[in-house]
Structures are given as structure tokens and as C-alpha cells.
């Protein structure tokens, strides 16, 4: 029923009705089109408060493929993955599509600790072969670490360091420009980090230690360097500290230049001069 119409220009521009609901009887003023597209929506003449729709599209609402709303149940995350919807005995699963793929391979669930790596390194190619499960995080990240390891023994040869972009190439860069001065301390000593490095440490005096790259570089600079701020050793020798071996980065850009690193194998990975088996990667024979 109309209770009063808004007019502009002696014409209706706005009618609210009186809507009672079917379900619990409540009765509320809205505008007459919210009610038309309510039931268009739902395809009946049928009315329900706002409490009462929510209730009817959880228990009769079409889910999956089935939906109108329905669009693939693909989507491209912030991380680069794709993410997918999936429907396992009524209940929905929102999961990474590569890990889904792989548990339809191996009939099961996979556990937390499971990781699955891109062999080539293309998040979006989520193909069966391209995949390769990991026990836990640490086996994931020492595929990384090695092959990082493997491009370093290619530098010079398929892999450079570009200095003004802060990042390897697979084209020859200009060397550093660097001075190469030489520092001359008795107290140095080695030290082995959480990933098994060995940095070499200089005793500054008063029971005080500063890794020698950073000494040498706030001697390089004249000034001392922040805590954001990061020396990169170029051929990823961690005991090389010659100068020519080093760059300061921040701790966005050091990031950036290990991850372009890994692109670098990636890409020799598509050129078939990198292999992979056996959860190994290794240098191919003839290059």
C-alpha cells in the first residue's frame, strides 16, 4: 500500500510503501523499487525484512558453478597466485590453486608444513609438472638459496651486476668505479649466521664487534650507515669484502636484487642452460 509519494514538478519521483514481511510478519516503510527488485532478484513476489532475506539466501541460496553470482572462483592475489573457491562436501575451500592442484595428484590434503614450489619460477603456471612439493618451509627455501648459489657461479659468464639499477642481468653491466683502499686490522674473526654464511667480524675494542663489510664501507662513505641500510657482496662471497665487492642498498632494494637474481636463473631456466630433478637444480653439462 502507498502511503505518500515524493513529487517534484507535480510528478512522482520517489513512492514508498508499507513492506510486511512473509516470514516473521514486520512491517516497514521503504521506497516501492527496493521491494520490485527484491522480488525480481529473487524471482517471486515475496517480501522479507533485511533479518529474514539474510536468513532465506544462507539456506536456500545457490552455491558454486550454480550461483548467479558466480564468477570462476579465480582471482589473482597480491602476491601474484591465484587463489580459487571450491566446494568439498557442501563446505567452501578458498585455497592457492597450485596447492589444490597438487592435492587432486596426490589424492589428499596437504599439511601446513607442505610447500609447493614452481619449478620455473612463473607463479601462474600451476601445471602439474611445474610443480614439486616440499616437506616444510626450510626445504622450500634452501630450493631458493641454491639456486641463488648457482647464479653466483655463472657471473661473468651469463649473469652480471648492473650498478646503476641495483640488480643482475643477463647482459654484461659496467664494473664498479669503486676505490679499492686497503684496511689493516689484527682482530678479525669469523661468524656464521642463521643460514650457515660466514661473515667476517672486526673487534672495534670495549668487548664491541661490527661485521667488516659495514666497517669498511662507513670508512668508503665517511659517515656511519642506518639500520635500514644494507651491503650487498656482489658475487655473493660473504668473506670477499673488497670493495669493488660491495654496495649499499636499502633493505627494499637488497631485497629486489636477490629477487632479480632468481629471475635471472628462472629465465636460464626457460633457455634449458639450468635443469631441475630430483628437488635439484643444477647447470646444465654443455651451455
Known amino acids: 500500500m502507498i502511503e505518500y509519494n515524493i513529487k517534484k514538478d507535480g ?10 514481511c512473509d516470514l516473521c510478519g514486520s512491517k516497514r516503510m521503504c521506497y516501492s523499487s ?21 536468513k532465506i539466501r544462507v539456506l536456500f541460496q545457490k552455491k558454486g558453478a550454480d550461483s548467479p553470482f558466480w564468477r570462476g572462483g579465480k582471482r589473482l592475489n597480491s602476491n601474484g597466485y591465484y587463489r580459487i573457491y571450491v566446494y568439498e562436501n557442501g563446505e567452501k575451500r578458498d585455497i592457492y590453486e597450485h596447492k ?10 596437504l599439511t601446513v608444513d607442505e610447500k609447493v614450489h614452481h619449478i620455473d619460477g612463473n607463479k601462474l603456471n600451476n601445471h602439474i609438472n611445474n610443480l614439486y612439493l616440499c616437506e616444510g618451509k ?4 634452501s630450493m631458493h638459496y641454491q639456486l641463488e648459489s648457482l647464479a653466483f657461479e655463472l657471473l661473468g659468464t651469463f649473469i652480471w651486476f648492473n650498478i646503476d639499477a641495483k640488480k643482475y642481468i643477463l647482459n654484461p653491466s659496467p664494473k664498479n668505479n669503486y676505490a679499492n683502499p ?17 661473515y667476517i667480524n672486526i673487534y672495534l675494542g670495549n668487548k664491541k664487534h661490527q661485521r667488516y663489510h659495514r666497517y669498511i664501507m662507513e670508512k668508503v662513505l665517511g659517515r ?34 636477490h629477487n632479480s637474481l632468481q629471475s635471472c636463473m628462472f629465465k636460464l631456466f626457460e633457455d634449458k642452460k639450468i635443469t631441475f ?11
Open 224 to 257: 656511519s650507515l642506518s639500520l635500514d641500510e644494507h651491503i650487498h657482496h656482489i658475487d655473493g662471497v660473504t668473506t670477499n669484502n673488497d670493495v669493488d665487492n660491495l654496495i649499499v642498498l636499502s633493505r627494499s632494494e637488497h631485497k629486489k636484487c
Open 277 to 287: 630433478c630430483n628437488g635439484e637444480y643444477s647447470i646444465c653439462p654443455v651451455i
Open 34 to 54: 527496493a521491494v520490485l527488485a527484491s522480488r525480481k532478484k529473487r524471482g517471486n513476489k515475496k517480501d522479507y525484512c533485511k533479518k529474514c532475506g539474510y
Open 11 to 20: 510528478k512522482v519521483v520517489r513512492k514508498f510503501i508499507t513492506r510486511t
Open 100 to 109: 589444490y592442484i597438487y592435492e587432486q595428484h596426490v589424492g589428499r590434503h
Open 182 to 198: 686497503v684496511f689493516k686490522s689484527a682482530l678479525l674473526s669469523n661468524e656464521k649466521d642463521n643460514n650457515g654464511k660466514i
Open 138 to 141: 626450510k626445504e622450500h627455501h
